[in-house]
């Protein structure tokens, strides 16, 4: 969806572009990088069971699927995204503290449904700030964007020393204060004004190019990837309430979280060191049987009294089976996608991990409650099935880029 031309104005840079969009990232990511490892925590220390526990994490992200395009979409026709940031992060501020309320299993699911709605925009939103600046300024988006890893690494260290001191009742708090200083970072974002293309999760966008971008390539690469990564959702939803019963204090839990996030960073930095000329199928294949690997192991390290130093091997592997996807995902989209159509293909990747994710989510809270820790054996066949779809793709892979 092409839009007018920038006028001279908007070409101006803001005052301390990088620095304002470095904030927003950081902060952005403090209360994510609680989330993520604690809630189910809480949840648990507020007496919900493990299928209530997969539903409470699932339904928002059914939710978001459909919700979080029609809210970029929103932004990229405000008359400035910054303002719907700001909008949306004061919203999630509010809807936060209604986990301060009587923690009932309704009440629970109800502001976490609310929540997600208003929650999940802020990065696809700072992103499309980010990129204007990218593009008008010749910005660099890896030296603002790392800010947002950086402090998603530092929460999950932090939250695990303050739930050590404190006990889960912290997180909750934890949330709301990092949502309010997401709140502060936003007030000083920069005004960009209308962006000049959608956003990567504009609907508009998508509805226009989804068609033009259903080869059987595109179609079964992304499906692999969201099966692939889906197959993860067993570790978000339950690992953390599996170390704490094997108990590991909540300070080594947020250590072994971090672990996994600086592996992750670690093959952002070196990967086109090691697999700059590897084809992007194979890269693929070898983080989907880096998953296969790390659900194998996952629940031999405790029985076979192979200690805490092996959990930390095991979440070494999240460089491989989590971030050699996501880097695996842009490149065949930066190889085969024309330029006009690569928000639409972020689009539909997005709805395809989105959707898989929280079906297999909702599926671990039973897996957990009856296996235990056995529930990785689980997420096996489900990582193949991601496996078998790449290699389809490799089948159908084109000669040449496809220009939709």
């Not at 293309?197 to 499906?223: D, G, M, R, W």
């Not at 697999?275 to 629940?299: D, E, L």
């Amino acid at each position: 969806m092409s839009l007018p031309p920038l006028s001279p104005e908007r070409l101006v840079k803001p005052r301390h572009f990088e620095l304002r969009m470095s904030l927003i990232f950081g902060t952005l990511f403090l209360s994510l990088g609680t989330h993520l490892p604690y809630f189910p925590l809480w949840l648990q220390a507020k007496g919900f069971h493990a299928e209530q526990i997969a539903v409470i994490l699932a339904a928002p992200m059914f939710m978001r699927v459909v919700t979080t395009p029609l809210l970029t979409t929103l932004a990229d026709r405000a008359r400035d995204r910054a303002d719907v940031y700001v909008a949306l992060v004061a919203a999630a501020l509010l809807l936060s503290a209604g986990y301060f309320l009587t923690p009932t299993y309704s009440t629970v699911l109800a502001v976490s449904l609310a929540l997600t709605i208003v929650w999940t925009p802020h990065s696809p939103i700072a992103d499309s700030l980010a990129l204007s600046g990218v593009r008008r300024f010749g910005s660099n988006y890896a030296s603002m964007r790392k800010w947002g890893s950086i402090c998603y690494l530092c929460a999950n260290v932090a939250g695990g020393f303050i739930l050590a001191a404190s006990g889960p009742q912290a997180v909750p708090v934890i949330i709301f204060l990092a949502l309010g200083a997401a709140l502060t970072a936003g007030l000083l974002a920069p005004r960009m004004g209308r962006p000049r293309k959608a956003s990567p999760l504009s609907a508009v966008e998508i509805q226009h190019a989804a068609p033009s971008l259903f080869n059987a390539y595109f179609l079964y690469f992304t499906l692999g990837v969201g099966i692939i990564t889906a197959s993860h959702a067993f570790l978000y939803g339950f690992v953390s309430i599996y170390w704490k019963s094997i108990g590991l204090s909540d300070s080594v839990v947020g250590l072994l979280w971090a672990w996994g996030v600086v592996s992750e960073v670690c093959m952002f930095l070196f990967f086109n060191r090691i697999f700059a000329s590897v084809p992007v199928v194979r890269v693929m294949v070898i983080a989907g049987i880096g998953s296969i690997v790390r659900w194998i192991i996952f629940p031999l390290v405790w029985p076979l009294g192979l200690g805490i130093a092996a959990f930390f091997a095991v979440q070494s592997l999240h460089s491989v089976s989590v971030a050699m996807v996501l880097i695996g995902l842009q490149k065949m989209i930066g190889e085969t996608v024309s330029e006009e159509r690569t928000g639409a293909a972020q689009g539909i990747a997005y709805f395809f991990n989105g959707f898989f994710m929280a079906a297999v989510t909702l599926a671990s809270g039973p897996l957990y409650d009856r296996l235990g820790v056995d529930g990785f054996l689980a997420m096996i066949p489900i990582a193949i099935i991601g496996l078998v779809l790449i290699g389809l793709a490799a089948r159908s892979a084109p000669q040449r880029p496809v220009r939709g």
